[in-house]
Antibody, heavy 120, light 108 residues
Framework: EVQLLESGGGLVQPGGSLRLSCAAS????????VSWVRQAPGKGLEWVSA????????YYADSVKGRFTISRENSKNTLYLLMNSLRGEDTAVYYC?????????????WGQGTTVTVSS | EIVMTQSPATLSVSPGERATLSCRAS??????LAWYQQKPGQAPRLLIY???SRATGIPARFSGSGSGTEFTLTISSLQSEDFAVYYC??????????FGQGTKLEIK
């Protein structure tokens, strides 16, 4: 079964850092682009970042550029999101999502999400 | 950035009836359009990709149509499990990938 399992969320103070992880199973991880999508409480979906299967290409939303870093470790079937200089508006459920194939595709598999709360 | 606009914000429909949800893109996205369903406390689930192709395991009562800037998701005969929030998303011109604000489908 194809699965994504996020971890690493929690409560962090404004200006702090957090690293999210997403463990993949059931598919050849290195063959697929993957992404992070977040959802603030009571709000819609917002794309955050994406990375190609090789890890050689990365992309960010303007709202997180320069503060967040996406990376992957294909030998461990794991996706990461390092979040620095966190702000209150970063409070959300963070989902990792597998793209159907390349970066030019829909998000076909989603994890259950991990909650990040930025508050003093 | 391509802006995706969904209408209506809330749609009230009785079980067994047809539901039609709309999504408009601020510029052409060709057929690079997906629909997702999200139930409370759950992750989104892919329903439709490439504007009209059903994802694996999605019932035939879900159908998508459109191209360019106008898209429709139709649920032919609503079941109780279909009441949820639906999002459209474009993957034609990125970054960023952009989502609509969602349509809440509620029981009438």
């Amino acid at each position: 079964e194809v699965q994504l399992l996020e971890s690493g969320g929690g409560l962090v103070q404004p200006g702090g850092s957090l690293r999210l992880s997403c463990a993949a199973s059931g598919f050849t991880f290195s063959s697929y682009a993957v992404s992070w999508v977040r959802q603030a409480p009571g709000k819609g979906l917002e794309w955050v970042s994406a990375i190609s299967g090789s890890g050689g290409s990365t992309y960010y939303a303007d709202s997180v550029k320069g503060r967040f870093t996406i990376s992957r470790e294909n030998s461990k079937n794991t996706l990461y999101l390092l979040m620095n200089s966190l702000r209150g508006e970063d409070t959300a459920v963070y989902y990792c999502a597998k793209l159907y194939g390349s970066l030019y595709e829909a998000f076909d598999i989603w994890g259950q999400g991990t909650t990040v709360t930025v508050s003093s | 950035e391509i802006v995706m606009t969904q209408s209506p914000a809330t749609l009230s429909v009785s079980p067994g009836e047809r539901a039609t949800l709309s999504c408009r893109a601020s510029q052409s996205v060709s057929s690079n359009l997906a629909w997702y369903q999200q139930k409370p406390g759950q992750a989104p689930r892919l329903l439709i990709y490439a504007a009209s192709s059903r994802a694996t395991g999605i019932p035939a009562r879900f159908s998508g149509s459109g191209s360019g800037t106008e898209f429709t998701l139709t649920i032919s005969s609503l079941q109780s499990e279909d009441f949820a929030v639906y999002y459209c998303q474009q993957y034609s011109n990125w970054p960023p990938y952009t989502f609509g604000q969602g349509t809440k489908l509620e029981i009438k």
